[in-house]
């Protein structure tokens, strides 16, 4: 079938990409590379999927592949939410500490605060 | 012997050149040390508040009240300030009143002293306003347990002791509440003052929305369960 074709060619060019990556770590790799493999897999044979699904008592493999994605959607949203208020977070830290670091270097002397600083 | 001209206090101010710099005037008379903390303004903040007599501090993003408050504070300590005053930048807090908070503070010997506009005055305050502000001290004494009458006011003072405990993470509007629960957290001696706040169309104008209140309810939840 072509669809079949279309997806696993994809699937094969992102697993090419992965191996020839040099900036990404081992674990990464490992996990990207099983779950690509899995999924090249599940395209050529789909009667796999069904059979898990009605183990895990869901009818159709289709419904099966819609929760795990809504799942996975989820949980990927979240870290990167997650992700982008800490990035957010250090980038304040950074525009604070530019501002405290600027103000102390133009105070004209260290003083002990008990005083008005002098104009 | 120690007197108000003691405390530094500081202004975090985002576009707000209309008022600030009569509140920074109004301080520096006073005696106060003003630090103005100009958070990404657009317009004229940092010239005026500089021309007034302030230290301004600037920062290259618009953070938030809560991340101008934060590096306010980081520069008091680092500059070796002994008690520090947060105040609004437009123009709803009497200068005088510090003077009553630090009475309070150095008497009472406690670490963090708050206004409330409730044991003392709001003048000009709208009744949905009033209403607003009251259900946030009822959900804030629930869950902070901190015996307050006002829970969202910008005039406080503290030792500089009492500032180095504090962590504070929320930018936005969110850091009134984050303040309470540390004070709870850390355990520190607190107390009410009763405070003059003005309402004016200007003040009005520059206040958060009861819609606005809803956003810094959820920044709240998130912040409370990421800690």
């Not at chain 1, 992700?83 to 957010?88: A, G, N, S, V, Y």
């Not at chain 2, 504070?73 to 003077?99: M, P, S, W």
């Not at chain 2, 709208?126 to 910008?154: C, E, I, P, Y």
Request: hydrophobic content about 45%.
């Amino acid at each position: 079938m072509l669809i079949q074709i279309v997806l696993t060619l994809v699937f094969l060019s992102l697993l090419l990409k992965i191996v020839q990556m040099h900036s990404v770590g081992v674990s990464f790799k490992a996990v990207s590379i099983i779950l690509l493999l899995a999924a090249i897999y599940v395209v050529l044979f789909p009667e796999i999927i069904n059979r898990v699904a009605r183990i895990a008592g869901v009818g159709r493999g289709a419904d099966l592949m819609f929760y795990l994605c809504m799942a996975v959607g989820v949980y990927l949203l979240t870290l990167l939410y997650l992700r982008l208020k800490d990035t957010e977070l250090r980038m304040a830290r950074l525009v604070q500490h530019i501002a405290v670091e600027r103000a102390i270097a133009e105070l004209p002397a260290i003083h002990d605060g008990s005083e008005r600083r002098d104009q | 012997m120690q007197n108000v001209s003691a405390v530094w206090v500081v202004v975090p101010a985002y576009n707000e050149e209309q008022t600030i710099g009569r509140v920074v005037s109004e301080l520096r008379s006073d005696g106060h040390t003003v630090v103005v903390v100009d958070d990404g303004s657009r317009d004229k903040t940092a010239e005026i508040a500089r021309q007034s007599g302030a230290i301004v501090l600037r920062h290259a993003l618009n953070l938030g009240q809560g991340g101008a408050l934060q590096t306010g504070i980081a520069f008091c300590l680092k500059a070796n300030a002994r008690y520090i005053c947060t105040f609004d930048a437009d123009g709803q807090h009497r200068a005088e009143d510090v003077r009553i908070l630090w009475e309070r503070l150095v008497s009472g010997q406690y670490d963090i002293v708050l206004g409330s506009r409730f044991l003392g005055q709001a003048q000009g305050i709208s009744q949905s306003r009033r209403l607003l502000l009251k259900t946030a001290v009822f959900f804030t004494r629930l869950h902070s347990r901190l015996r307050l009458t006002d829970t969202h006011n910008g005039l406080r003072l503290m030792t500089a002791q009492s500032a180095a405990r504090l962590t504070l993470k929320q930018l936005g509007m969110a850091h009134a509440s984050e303040i309470l629960d540390q004070i709870s957290v850390l355990n520190l001696k607190y107390s009410e003052v009763p405070v003059t706040v003005l309402y004016t169309d200007y003040s009005k104008s520059k206040g958060q929305s009861a819609l606005a209140s809803i956003g810094i309810l959820i920044e709240l939840t998130i912040g409370r369960m990421l800690k």
